[in-house]
């Protein structure tokens, strides 16, 4: 089997597809696997590193505005488009995939677009329940469209090939439960938080989170472990502002970047966050209460609705950035973790909403429009 996966920008649609690589290689050791990404995005650092061979293809997307520097970007963009759409076919040619595999990002288009066109059996992974513009675009050729959230169905034409797969995760979220991650990173039995807003970082999420995590330093009453990522390197010289050293409180791990997440949000009692497609998954497939602070700079605004899926099954509380304060996430946090039944029944509902098998799904999927 000779496998084309094209996905990219954001870990989010990165990540599912080294993770549908690894079912591969797993059931099919003989198989062959090339990715296509975004030239100088994440991918090219995730897929090496997984193991997998990368090509580069240059894109981004359109902007919206009619002001003169945005009209000569879009130029460029479009240039840009077709020189994508070259580079794709060559890939193809050279590669002589069975399948190309979309999992999102400006990089699909091109892509699975040319694929198409070829007469290459094509698949479309929608990580969100609130599709893009790409996958809208490109699951009327598709043979399938797998889903990750059963909302997004009713977004999408009709007349597409829907599966139900839920998102592909990496083997390592499922194997490791709450004691032996504890364990791992010598927490005790206090509450432990852990936080993040994504590798670059969340402004909004670092300053209001700060008060809490500076809290926590001087009552001790909770264990913190918070990702401040890569445009937050400012962040620890805020809490010693605020009264906390983070390298000297021996209850706050406070980082860049969280390496270890799946021992880290196996070890904790509540999650916050945005709400990546990803992320919600392993936090359904862990059954973590969560805190959600979706993030209002995406497409389509998809992080509210994947958080609304939550909220509506009563596994998790929401707060909009535009409604977020310190004030109002401390409530929060302290209002879940002095509330046992309601962090267990947070916890059930999102254990329940997850699809630990997505994996096999999408595998099956993928053997199945081959066989056709």
């Known amino acids: 089997m000779r496998v084309l996966l094209a996905g990219g920008g954001t870990a989010g649609h ?27 995005g ?34 460029s963009t479009a240039f840009k488009a077709v020189s994508a759409s070259n580079k794709a076919k060559k890939y193809l040619r050279e590669f002589r995939p069975d399948i190309c595999v979309g999992t999102g ?5 091109p ?24 996958t809208k675009m490109l699951s009327k050729k598709a043979k399938a469209v797998m889903l990750a959230m059963a909302d997004a169905k009713g977004r999408m034409d009709s007349s597409c090939n829907f599966e139900l797969t839920g998102n592909p995760l990496r083997p390592e ?15 005790d039995e206090r509450p432990l938080i852990i936080s993040f807003g994504g590798s670059m970082g969340a402004r909004k999420i670092n300053e209001n989170i700060a008060p809490l995590i500076a809290r926590s330093a001087k009552d001790k009453k909770y264990q913190h472990i918070h990702a401040y990522g890569k445009y937050g390197t400012w962040f620890p010289d805020l809490l010693r502002e605020q009264g906390a050293d983070p390298e000297s409180a021996e209850n706050l791990d406070i980082r860049e970047y969280i390496d270890n997440m799946n021992i880290c949000l196996a070890a904790a009692d509540l999650a916050i966050c945005r709400c990546g497609a990803i992320t919600l998954s392993e936090i359904e497939a862990m059954g973590k209460p969560s805190v959600l602070i979706p993030s209002p700079n995406v497409a389509e605004n998809h992080q509210y609705h994947n958080a ?11 707060i909009e950035e535009k409604d977020l304060t310190s004030e109002k996430l401390t409530a929060e946090v302290d209002k879940l973790l002095s509330d ?10 999102a254990r329940k909403m997850a699809i630990t098998d997505a994996n096999e ?12």
């Open 173 to 187: 979220i499922l194997s490791v439960n709450k004691e032996q991650a504890r364990k791992a990173l010598g927490v």
């Open 361 to 372: 799904r999408i595998y099956k999927v993928i053997k199945k429009v081959l066989s056709e």
């Open 14 to 40: 990165i990540n599912p597809a080294i993770a549908i690589a690894q079912t591969i290689k797993i059931k099919e050791k003989d198989a062959e696997i090339l990715f296509v990404g975004n030239e100088g």
């Open 111 to 134: 892509v699975i677009k040319a694929a198409q066109q070829m007469g290459i059996p094509t698949v479309i992974h929608e990580q969100n329940a609130y599709p893009g513009v790409t």
């Open 42 to 75: 994440l991918e090219q650092r995730l897929v090496p590193g997984a193991g997998f061979e990368i090509k580069s293809v240059s894109i981004r997307g359109f902007k919206r505005s009619l002001s003169p520097k945005a009209v000569l970007e879009n130029i």
């Open 340 to 349: 046992e039944k309601l962090l267990r029944e947070y916890a059930e509902n």
């Open 308 to 318: 609304m899926a939550l909220v509506k099954e009563k596994a998790a509380s929401v």
């Open 105 to 109: 990002g400006y990089v699909s288009g």
